[in-house]
């Protein structure tokens, strides 16, 4: 048994995450050659692999009698009457095969006799769709084999001892072939669909799949759940028009609906069914799973006992299934009142800061909190402070203490009091001006910050701007009209003595633990050509704009090579697939090689932070390792 089923270009298995989606048309346009183009364009805007047709030569198919309407029942009457009123001409079918072509969509048809089987060699089609009907018409399915094109089979009517008759002739004449569980009713009904046998076809071809006709679209994405890598559903402009198909297809919207939810499924099936915890995952767990705490303030060189040990939330610290092994070990640091355990107290003890060197500003994030821990542990010539909404209200000079000479740099909060993101390019004028009113006084904080760093001229504030969406992007005409709004918003802002620069954002940014999508500063053409309209410069978080290239299939150095001359300043982490955002240097996709040669020639002047998820944590460990792993590059 072939492990591989190739149709045109597209190579399908049941490991593979790619579902053939096929649209059949049959003979729902009704005769109409006009109304099965137009069936065409719907479906290549729809977004399916194939469209499907149907031919027969009548007399070719049907007993003499039956033609002239002598002997037969009601129903074959009935049926051959539409056939000769619906067929499409040979020359039409040339003409549809050659506008599939040209539309870039594959056709493809079912042959119903011989005659139609030599017509569509001489189209040159590339696969061939058996129906239900004649899947026990062995020399049809021989004079198909002698073609040496792949077939797609539906076993619609046909018991599983017949099923398995055809496998082993096809097997025979080493044919390349894949079998659709289908119920032959239209429409079918629920009860009788079946849906847990398509799975025994997996003895019989290596790929399977499903050709539905019943009501909705559940099913057919229940399929795919269940193995299907080939979808067929009959599509037609208006269930209510005359044939006997219509009724058991889908029109335009369920159509489509059907293909993006089964694009959905392939992303969520995954790839290797292994547990892995996603970034979103991550966020909820650092903040709302359990650690492993002191209960009590401890000495370096203690020997930790069970009454030393809280379990508390938040989740940032050692897993409270660590508990045994951390029980009895000598500590070889300070721990105070409720702070986090942490691995390193369990092995060879967390990574210290030095003095390091690079050939630009450097710096790390900080807080108010922390921000005299740090300062006298690095030689950072600068240091980003990332603002809360609770740090908005606080009184700076409780924390920072006379002048700094170094430099700093501002990240505004992301997240407002009242849930609210910053969003300066929503079209909810309401929520628009909170957004601009906050960002406003974060800009007023900078100004007030200012005066502990006497030496930085004009303070940079990295902001997340906005214009997320919940559940799509935006189209293009509506996304520009956002950046109208976020241009409209800056001019609203006294931004007199600091520099607002927008952060390069990923295609699916992490809010409240879930995923959005985010339509504005992620692709470079259009950063670019904002920043040189606009007179504006970036933040370049290039684990960020790793992501928006994985996911958009781009070279991540074009993107650089495009954006860099715009940037003023760098988070640089790394990043892996399309959410693995801020990992530590060296554990993701990123060739810090080739960036850095990027950067180094075309921003060489722009300042960085390592933005590592969780890098501040451990007496900073993660900004230590990170800044070690930088400074061959920098």
């Given at each position: ?18 579902v053939?989606?096929i ?47 002598n002997?037969?029942?009601?129903s ?19 003409e ?10 594959l ?14 060699e ?14 026990t ?8 084999v ?10 619609g ?18 044919a ?12 079918a ?53 005359e ?7 889908l ?12 694009r ?26 359990k650690s ?9 060189g ?10 508390k ?29 942490f ?10 800061n ?39 209200e606080?009184?700076?000079?409780k ?8 430099d ?13 993101l ?23 904080i ?5 005066q ?11 902001a ?9 992007n935006?189209?293009?005409?509506v ?33 409240f ?20 309209k606009?007179?504006?410069r ?8 790793k ?6 299939k781009?070279?991540f ?6 954006v ?7 988070h ?34 722009s ?28």
């Amino acid at each position: 048994m072939r492990k591989e089923f190739k149709i045109g270009d597209i190579v399908l298995s049941q490991t593979s995450d790619k579902v053939f989606i096929i649209a059949e048309i049959g003979n729902n346009h009704n005769g109409s050659l006009d109304r099965a183009k137009k069936m065409v364009d719907q479906a290549v805007e729809i977004g399916v692999d194939c469209v499907k047709f149907q031919m027969r030569f009548l007399d070719e198919v049907y007993r003499q009698r039956s033609l002239e309407k002598n002997g037969d029942d009601l129903s074959a009457e009935y049926t051959i009457d539409l056939l000769k009123r619906f067929e499409l001409s040979l020359d039409e079918h040339k003409e549809l095969k050659n506008y599939c072509d040209e539309k870039g969509i594959l056709y493809m048809c079912t042959p119903w006799d011989y005659r139609s089987l030599e017509v569509l060699e001489s189209l040159g089609v590339k696969a061939y769709k058996v129906a239900s009907a004649d899947l026990t018409n062995l020399p049809l399915l021989k004079k198909i084999v002698e073609t040496k094109k792949p077939m797609i089979l539906s076993t619609g009517m046909s018991k599983e001892e017949e099923v398995e008759q055809v496998c082993n002739f096809l097997n025979k004449e080493n044919a390349d072939f894949c079998f659709l569980h289908c119920n032959s009713t239209y429409p079918a009904p629920f009860h009788s669909i079946n849906l847990r046998f398509m799975n025994n076809l997996e003895k019989y071809s290596s790929v399977y799949g499903y050709s539905g006709h019943e009501r909705g679209i559940g099913v057919s994405i229940g399929a795919v759940a269940r193995g299907a890598k080939v979808v067929e559903r009959h599509f037609t402009l208006d269930r209510e028009m005359e044939g006997p198909d219509h009724a058991a297809s889908l029109e335009f919207e369920s159509f489509k609906e059907m293909v993006e939810s089964i694009r959905q499924l392939e992303e969520a099936l995954g790839k290797d069914g292994q547990r892995e915890v996603s970034q979103g995952e991550m966020i909820n767990r650092e903040n709302l799973a359990k650690s492993l705490v002191a209960s009590k303030d401890l000495k370096a060189g203690h020997v930790v006992t069970l009454e030393d040990i809280s379990v508390k939330s938040p989740g940032q610290g050692l897993s409270p299934l660590k508990m045994e092994e951390l029980i009895s070990k000598k500590l070889g640091r300070d721990i105070n009142f409720e702070d986090f355990f942490f691995q390193t107290d369990l092995d060879e003890g967390a990574i210290e800061n030095r003095s390091y060197s690079f050939n630009r500003p450097w710096g790390i994030p900080v807080r108010y909190h922390d921000f005299d821990f740090f300062s006298q542990r690095t030689n950072a010539t600068l240091y980003e402070f990332h603002l809360s909404y609770s740090d908005m209200e606080l009184d700076i000079s409780k924390f920072l203490k006379g002048t700094y000479d170094c430099d700093f740099v501002m990240h505004a909060p992301e997240l407002f009091k009242g849930s609210r993101l910053m969003d300066l390019a929503t079209p909810d004028k309401e929520y628009r001006d909170f957004s601009i009113k906050e960002t406003q006084r974060t800009i007023d904080i900078t100004r007030e910050l200012k005066q502990y760093f006497p030496t930085t001229k004009k303070p940079l504030i990295v902001a997340n701007i906005g214009g997320f969406t919940m559940d799509g992007n935006l189209p293009e005409r509506v996304k520009e009209e956002y950046y109208h709004r976020f241009v409209e918003s800056m001019k609203e802002l006294d931004t007199e003595g600091v520099e607002l620069i927008p952060q390069t954002m990923a295609p699916f940014p992490w809010h409240f633990g879930g995923q959005r999508y985010q339509n504005l500063f992620v692709h470079a053409e259009e950063i670019a050509e904002k920043c040189e309209k606009h007179n504006l410069r970036i933040c370049l978080d290039i684990s960020h704009s790793k992501l928006t290239c994985n996911y958009l299939k781009k070279s991540f150095e074009e993107f650089v090579e495009i954006v860099a001359p715009y940037t003023a300043h760098l988070h640089l982490g790394d990043a892996k697939g399309l959410d693995g955002e801020g990992l530590q240097v060296g554990d993701g996709d990123i060739n810090f090689e080739k960036i850095s040669e990027i950067l180094n020639r075309l921003s060489p002047e722009s300042s960085f932070i390592p933005e590592i998820w969780q890098g501040h944590k451990n007496q900073g460990e993660g900004c230590w390792l990170a800044l070690e792993r930088l400074e061959p590059y920098f």
